[in-house]
């Protein structure tokens, strides 16, 4: 198979920019400072994680479930891990920690069984993978740290904000944008 070929088919595999990545990236280049240690979970390219480390110089690391992204994260320059959500690091690890996860509701007539369905299928209600992130999240998280996550109004933010609540955060909306068919929100989720 020709490079060319290769890169093809790992993008097709990859979730790659678009606007909720810009939103991400624009919201954390905002909020991060030099001296933050940085994690962002579901990095897909690598492209939110690069541009924060370039804006801020922030010390970032990048993690994927998918082998691929991570394998693209490190042709970025990035230290890049693979791994299931926050599983792979210890407590108290990071000052900020960044999430574009899966979140549109699963379709089952455009269902496949791939890489880049499980980068978008956020299940049925579209917070299969927000939830368990919420849950698991604050424990590598230093004193002082918080999140920074990218939410649809497909996914219902509130039910998100509820959700972060009742598991010891508290959430403001950082930035919202409107699109066609959804509006994209980032949450800052502190711990109470």
Known sequence: MTDLAERRG??????????????????????????????????????????????????????????????????????????????????GAFDVVLFNPPYLPADAAAARDDWMERALSGGEDGRAVVEPFVEAVGRVLAPDGYVLVLVSSLTGVDEVVEFAGERGFSAVAMREESHPFETLSVLKLVPA
């Open 10 to 91: 790992v993008e097709t595999e990859v979730y790659q920019p678009a606007e909720d990545s810009a939103l991400l990236a624009s919201v954390a280049e905002e909020s991060v400072r030099g001296d933050d240690r940085v994690l962002e979970v579901g990095t897909g390219s690598g492209w939110v994680a690069e541009r924060v480390r370039a804006e801020t110089g922030a010390s970032v690391v990048a993690s994927d479930l998918n082998p691929h992204a991570t394998r693209q994260a490190r042709e970025r320059g990035l230290e890049a891990v693979q791994g299931d959500l926050v599983s792979g690091f210890r407590d």
